[in-house]
C-alpha cells in the first residue's frame, strides 16, 4: 500500500496522522521492496544498489516485540525460540552467511535458566551476500518469530517469496 493510500484510510479511520507515516515509513523504506505481513511482523526485502545484498527489514507491529537472532539454532533452544532465517534459490544464490545490522543481547526466559540470543525490540535487517542471475526468478524463503517479554506469536517457517527476473531488477533500481 502507497504511503498516501495510507494516509487517506487513516484520516477516514480517525487514526492518528503520525502513526500512520510511520507505518508507511517502515512497510516501504525503499520504493523498491517487495515484502509481505504475517504474525505480527511486516518484512521488506531490496537488494543493494549494486545488486550483490540480499536486505530484509523485519518490523514488528507491536511495540515491545523482538526477533530472534540467526545465530539461533534452527530447532531453538530446548525446542523454544525460533532463529531469523533468509534463504534463496533459483536466480538468487547465497555467496556468505546471513548477518543482521543490530546487537545481539542475551534475555533470559522467565521461570528457566534458558537464554536466548536476540535483537532489541524494534525493526532488524539482515545482510545476504547475493549473486544474481537477471535472466531466471528466484525464491526467497523467510522465517522469523516475534515475542515480548509477556508473550510469543507464532513462529513463520519457510514463507515463500517468488521473484521474477522484472522484480528482481526492480528490486535495486534506486
Known amino acids: 500500500m502507497k504511503a ?3 494516509l487517506t484510510v487513516t484520516a477516514l479511520s480517525g487514526v492518528p496522522v503520525l502513526a500512520a507515516l510511520a507505518f508507511a515509513a517502515t512497510v516501504h523504506r525503499h520504493a523498491s521492496d517487495v515484502g509481505f505481513t504475517d504474525q505480527g511482523v511486516n518484512v521488506a526485502m531490496h537488494l543493494s544498489p549494486d545488486g550483490t545484498k540480499l536486505l530484509t527489514t523485519f518490523t514488528p507491529q507491536r511495540p515491545g516485540f523482538h526477533l530472534y537472532s540467526v545465530g539461533l539454532p534452527a530447532d531453538g533452544i530446548q525446542g523454544l525460540g525460533r532463529p531469523t532465517r533468509v ?3 533459483g536466480a ?3 555467496r556468505g552467511p546471513l548477518t543482521a545490522e543490530s546487537p545481539v543481547r542475551m534475555l533470559s526466559m522467565q521461570g528457566t535458566d534458558v537464554t536466548f540470543p536476540v535483537y532489541p525490540d524494534g525493526p532488524v535487517t539482515t545482510e545476504l551476500p547475493v549473486d544474481v542471475d537477471s535472466r ?7 522465517s522469523y518469530a516475534a515475542c515480548s517479554a509477556q508473550e510469543c506469536l507464532m513462529p513463520v517457517s519457510s514463507h515463500p517469496v517468488q521473484l521474477t527476473a522484472s522484480a528482481l531488477s526492480a ?3 534506486r
Do not use: K
Not at 136 to 142: D, F, I, N, P
Open 136 to 142: 531466471g526468478t528466484a525464491r526467497v524463503l523467510v
Open 4 to 6: 498516501s493510500s495510507i
Open 87 to 89: 534463504e534463496v534459490d
Open 171 to 173: 528490486m535495486r533500481a
Open 92 to 94: 538468487l544464490r547465497s
